[in-house]
């Protein structure tokens, strides 16, 4: 049976679980059971079902998937599964404080509208954008966290090799 090799054109099918097995994404349509999913009220990525589900295509060593999850379809056939472990450093990065910030109400602008809990993209004086949450909102500034989410989780992952194309 034929082995996956850096430069081929994967289909993969995973499960990204954090180390409480909470799923914050999934290519797979059955982990999106979850009543808020299936009612289509599913605004996280907590069921897995917040894009398209089906099988993702990668091209191996081109750095569109975590790289340790890329090394570990090195070698894997058709219809293989891998359970692959990353660390905070191998998936979003140590969760850091420097990344959280406070602006004042007035510097924003008259119909900034954000609750605790949003996830926003503000956008710089050189159209440079910064993906935030909002942490804290009072009436006179906002503190907001520029980390990823998922920043300083361990991150497990289930991977089946579904397809060499």
């Known amino acids: ?8 054109t994967v289909l993969i099918h995973y499960k990204g679980t954090l180390e409480d097995g909470t ?10 059971q979850d009543d808020d999913c299936s009612s289509g009220g599913c605004s996280t990525d907590d069921c897995g079902c917040d894009h398209e589900t089906g099988p993702m295509k990668v091209v191996i060593g081109s750095d569109e998937f975590f790289p340790k999850i890329d090394a570990a379809l090195v070698g894997m056939t058709k219809g293989e599964k891998k359970t692959v472990v990353l660390d905070p450093a191998e998936g979003f990065g140590e ?7 406070t602006v004042p109400a007035a510097d924003l602008p008259e119909d900034f509208d954000a609750e605790e809990g949003d996830e926003l993209v503000l956008s710089g004086e050189d159209d440079e954008e910064l993906g935030v949450v ?3 909102k009072s009436a006179t500034e906002i503190t907001f966290d520029a980390n ?3 920043a300083g989780e361990k991150l497990t992952f289930e991977v089946e090799l579904v397809d060499i194309l």
């Open 1 to 8: 049976m034929s082995k996956a090799k850096k430069g081929d």
């Open 23 to 32: 799923i914050f994404d999934s290519t797979y349509e059955a982990d999106c």
């Open 95 to 101: 969760h850091e404080e420097t990344k959280i910030f």
């Open 134 to 136: 909002v942490l804290e």
């Open 148 to 150: 990823h989410p998922l």
